[in-house]
């Protein structure tokens, strides 16, 4: 049982590139999340799936895309990376979206230049 | 006024103190509330969900005072493997469930 796995664990970007970060869950949950962590701000969503095939936007969306491609995974797309983007993703899944508690995936450290 | 306020600290306590952080919250309409501890470079990971009627796991205590809009946590004997960062989270249906992690409380605990 591996709970919420995320890949890659690190990555360097130039400017304008893209790439996807993937996420899956091995723990049945109908909700997935996207958050990025940046210093001495709390966690900020950015996308969200109550249940396969549903995404929402969270509070900070721009700049990113994401895909509810099942029950197990969703991914997380930057399509032209900027520096600002340089942050800490986390992956995050529960079992509900009613306040439920979230397990998080290790992380993505991605750092754009 | 942020939606969760935290005192980020650092604290720096000896082994064995008792520390207490508190975590402010603006909207009423919140329901559940909960305490993350997140290790340096770490994911965040679940503390201890914060009932109404206050709940404790062993040297961990959790408060709420919906009146005054805070969560509280106290923590008793403190240990070397307490220093991390400790998040109060938040949750609500106001429109849309919604989540809001505090920026966290950095706790030190040294020898």
């Known amino acids: 049982n591996a709970g919420v796995t995320q890949t890659p664990k690190f990555q360097v970007l130039k400017t304008g590139q893209s790439m996807t970060l993937q996420c899956a869950q091995d723990?049945?949950?109908?909700?997935m999340y996207w958050y990025r962590q940046d210093p001495g701000m709390g966690l900020r969503l950015i996308y969200y799936s109550a249940s396969e095939g549903t995404t929402d936007k969270g509070e900070v969306p721009n700049g990113y895309n994401v895909s509810r491609l099942n029950k197990r995974e969703f991914s997380l797309r930057l399509e032209s990376a900027a520096p600002s983007q340089t942050s800490v993703y986390f992956c995050a899944s529960s079992e509900g979206s009613g306040g439920d508690e979230q397990y998080f995936g290790p992380g993505t450290r991605l750092t754009v230049t | 006024r942020k939606e969760v306020e935290q005192d980020p600290g650092p604290f720096n306590v000896p082994e064995g103190a008792t520390v207490a952080f508190n975590c402010t919250y603006s909207?009423?309409?919140?329901?559940?509330f909960f305490w993350y501890r997140q290790d340096c470079r770490k994911e965040p990971k679940l503390l201890m969900s914060?009932?109404?009627s206050g709940n404790e796991d062993g040297r961990f205590t959790a408060q709420l005072n919906r009146a005054s809009q805070y969560i509280s946590l106290l923590i008793r004997d403190s240990k070397l493997s307490d220093s991390a960062t400790y998040l109060c989270v938040i949750s609500g249906n106001t429109g849309g469930f919604k989540t809001i992690f505090g920026a966290g409380t950095r706790l030190f605990v040294k020898a």
């Open positions: 909207n009423s309409a919140s329901q559940s």
């Open positions: 723990m049945n949950h109908n909700s």
């Open positions: 914060v009932y109404s």
